[in-house]
Structure formats: structure tokens, C-alpha cells
């Protein structure tokens, strides 16, 4: 689908504010909101942004579905990110199989297939912490069915997120305005990263974080009738949320209008202890998740071909031992937030053995 500059800026701005009203769209574009509102729909029909309707959920049953979704803030909720490399996926049948199994695992948030030097699969947890390396074990035993060959955990204590800015697009040329030589390095004397503590929720507010990974723009009005409560309460715990427990939403559209393609990972070491200053300063233009210590990094990059490929020239000067793998989208499941993992007698993260392998167990038996 082409697009046009009305629909290039209706975009840009739905993405800068997926909320915003028809009447805020029309005042913006100098039209009338029946036109914004039609022009949206277009771009729904086109398959552009992606359509609403209607899913079954397993946690919450039958649930409509928007283009715009939450991301939950974890370290709020008291979870750990871990980032996780399964190399050398041996087989379709092998490949199945581990999808199963992280589809199993119930802290597994994201899962993609794609290849580094071999086919592998990438993997994210949100979890508690893990003094029992129950991960490790749940990985060597995948491991030790012959499903892959080996894997790599990445757990750094900073992480952080930029996003796409479709600013530096130029609609003329159809091409990213960005040169990735603006990326600034600095001598890392410990990053100022602002630490966030678990907070107190409830149960039905992990109910709602649930709603809002679904569908970021569910009403209120189908919240309390699906709940028995009245739109007050509903209204007041959704505010409690929001600004609690929601990291940010993200916009559903077809990314490859903007080139952007495959993912690309990258981890390595800081060379002379550097590290990248300009994510830090929110200075690249692209969706990214970086995690990172004194010493190490990981970094998963969506962006054009030609950026990617300068970034990896740019990495290869700047820092040691690096590599790269490039992850397919569009094999990739995100999972909505779970909130059955939380247990609300105990006011903890479930995280027993007895609570996390039988399942699996018996999926590999």
C-alpha cells in the first residue's frame, strides 16, 4: 500500500500519541474528522495498521483487539529481563519443540526464530529472580533432548528502550534521513540510570495489565461489564495501571512501508569502557532494546538494511568480540502479560520448581 504525505503524517502522529482523537487528528491535518476517521480505516483495510477484531483469549475469553497494545513495565512489577540465545536449532521437528516449550514456560514474554552462524531461536523472560537457576536448568534440559546445540544467557542490570522516530523519514525518497556515525561513545563511569522499585498492585490491577497488552484502547464501559464492577472503580484501578505499571504502547503497523525489516542483534564488550551515549540521550531513531553492564552488551536493533549495515561496520571499530544475528519479525510471538504467575495469598512471584516444570516435563516426554 502507498503511502501518501496525509497518510505518511497520520501515521507520525499516531505514533507519537496512539490515543490521540479523530478531532485532534482533523484539527492537525486542516480536515474534517469524518475524513481522519476514514483515512484511519483506510489504513486498517490496507492491512497498514492492524484491523480490530475479535480473539479468544485463554485467560480472559472472547476480547476485541486494536492496533495499539501496552508494554508492561516489568522492573515495576518486580521482574528481571533476560535475553536468551538457543543456537544451533537442529531440525523443524526441534524447532517445534522449543516453540512448545517456550510457549509452556510461563515468564517466556517474546520468542523469534532467525540465524547467526547457524539457525537459532531468541527468547525473552520477565522473571523473578532466579537464585535456583531455574532457567538454566529448564534450558539444559531442552538441551539435552538434542533440540539444539547450545545457548546464551544475557542478564545486565541496565536496560532501556528507544523507538522509532518517523521524523527522520523522508516520504520523497523513501529512505531513513540518519547517519549512523551521530552515534557518540563515551568512557563509561557508571550510567545514571533511574532505578525503578517494585510497587504495590493487586490482583485485578495484573487482570487489567492483561487487558491493556491485548488492547491498549479496551473501554471502560466492557471492562465493568466483564468484571461486575462499576465504571468508578474499573476507571481508578485502569489510572492506577497505567501510570504504574505500563512501560509504553506501541502502534501495530506494517513496518515494512519504512523499510524496516528484519531485527538485528548484537552483543559484545565495551571497548575501553565505552558505550554507546547517544541511547542513553535517546538519539537513535529506531526500535531498540539494550541491556548492558560495565563490560558487556546486548543490543536488538529493528531498521533499514542500509543502517543496519552501516551499525555493524560502526560496532565492529567501536567495541570487542562482537557479533550479530539476524531475527525474523514475522515468526515472532509476542506473549500477553500473565497474571496467574503472581500469587495473591503470598503477594509473590510463583517461582518452585513443583510450580514451573511438570508441564514441561511432560511435554518432552
Not at 115 to 125: D, G, I, L, N, W
Not at 129 to 134: E, I, Q, R
Not at 178 to 199: A, Q, R
Not at 264 to 290: A, C, H, I, Y
Request: a negative charge.
Amino acid at each position: 500500500m502507498d503511502l501518501d504525505l496525509s497518510d505518511h503524517f497520520l501515521l507520525l502522529m499516531l505514533r507519537e500519541n496512539p490515543f490521540i482523537s479523530y478531532n485532534e487528528l482533523a484539527k492537525a491535518m486542516n480536515i474534517s474528522p469524518n475524513t481522519a476517521r476514514a483515512r484511519i480505516q483506510r489504513l486498517k483495510q490496507g492491512q497498514l495498521l492492524r484491523g480490530d477484531s475479535d480473539i479468544d483469549d485463554p485467560v480472559l475469553g472472547k476480547r476485541n483487539i486494536s492496533e495499539v497494545f501496552a508494554n508492561p513495565d516489568y522492573a515495576a512489577l518486580g521482574l528481571n529481563r533476560i535475553d536468551v540465545i538457543i543456537n544451533g536449532v537442529t531440525d523443524d521437528n526441534s524447532l517445534q519443540s522449543v516453540y512448545r516449550l517456550l510457549d509452556a514456560h510461563p515468564y517466556t514474554i517474546y520468542r523469534s526464530f532467525g540465524f547467526s552462524t547457524h539457525p537459532m531461536v531468541y527468547a525473552v523472560f520477565a522473571m523473578p529472580s532466579d537464585p535456583s537457576n531455574y532457567l538454566v536448568e529448564f534450558l539444559e534440559l531442552m538441551k539435552s533432548h538434542g533440540f539444539f546445540d547450545g545457548y546464551s544467557l544475557f542478564h545486565f542490570p541496565n536496560n532501556f528502550s528507544t523507538r522509532e522516530m518517523l521524523e527522520y523519514w523522508d516520504v520523497h525518497l523513501g529512505l531513513w534521513k540518519y547517519d549512523v556515525n551521530n552515534l557518540s561513545f563515551t568512557k563509561y563511569y557508571g550510567v545514571d540510570m533511574e532505578k525503578t522499585d517494585p510497587i504495590k498492585f493487586s490482583c485485578f490491577d495484573l487482570l487489567l495489565l492483561r487487558e491493556l497488552t491485548i488492547n491498549a484502547k479496551v473501554k471502560i464501559s466492557d471492562l465493568a461489564q466483564h468484571y461486575k464492577y462499576d465504571r468508578t472503580t474499573i476507571s481508578r484501578h485502569m489510572n492506577y495501571v497505567k501510570s504504574n505499571l505500563v512501560h509504553d504502547y506501541g502502534v501495530i503497523y506494517d513496518r515494512s512501508v519504512f523499510t524496516l525489516g528484519n531485527f538485528r542483534l548484537f552483543w559484545g564488550e565495551w571497548s575501553d569502557g565505552t558505550f554507546l551515549k547517544s541511547l542513553m540521550e535517546q538519539k537513535f531513531p529506531f526500535n531498540s532494546t539494550v541491556s548492558f553492564d560495565d563490560r558487556r552488551f546486548f543490543w536488538l536493533v529493528q531498521a533499514s538494511d542500509p543502517i543496519l549495515n552501516d551499525l555493524s561496520m560502526l560496532l565492529f571499530k567501536e567495541v570487542k568480540n562482537l557479533h550479530q544475528a539476524i531475527i525474523y519479525p514475522e515468526t515472532g510471538v509476542r506473549y500477553y502479560f500473565y497474571p496467574y504467575n503472581y500469587d495473591c495469598d503470598a503477594k509473590k512471584w510463583k517461582y518452585e520448581k513443583a510450580q514451573l516444570f511438570p508441564e514441561l516435563q511432560h511435554l518432552m516426554d
